[in-house]
């Protein structure tokens, strides 16, 4: 998982990125020393709870949460049985690094249902 993590926080605008359980634990992360990973997961999990409640009473399952502040975008990716949390620059064009950051979700589900399934 770290890996995968690396190589997407490569991406042009990309600061950080981390790995959280649907109850906001984090299980890896690759963010800058001064960024507070329990706070970002923290954070990402109360969106995700906001979220979630929204759309379970419309019967949807979230996808992608995006929360822009002053000083950059964070970003929750549903990756099956976890959360991609990816912290950005305020100023990239989102529309060309959700390409990379959905690849790196995409490849985070495969990872985690192997390592779970035991495989």
């Known amino acids: 998982m770290k ?26 992360s690759v963010i800058p020393d001064q960024t507070d990973e329990e706070k970002m997961a923290a954070i990402a999990a109360a969106l995700i709870r906001s979220v979630m409640n929204s759309l379970g009473q419309l019967d949807q399952d979230v996808q992608v949460v995006r929360l822009e502040a002053s000083r950059g975008r964070i970003l929750v990716v549903n990756a099956g049985t976890v959360f991609l949390v990816v912290v950005t620059d305020p100023t990239i064009n989102l529309d060309a690094t959700m390409l990379d950051i959905k690849s790196a979700a995409n490849r985070l589900r495969r990872a985690v249902s192997l390592e779970w399934s035991g495989a």
């Open 3 to 28: 890996a995968i993590l690396e190589q997407l926080n490569r991406s042009v605008g990309i600061n950080g990125s981390a790995v959280i359980t649907r109850d906001g634990i984090p299980v890896i």
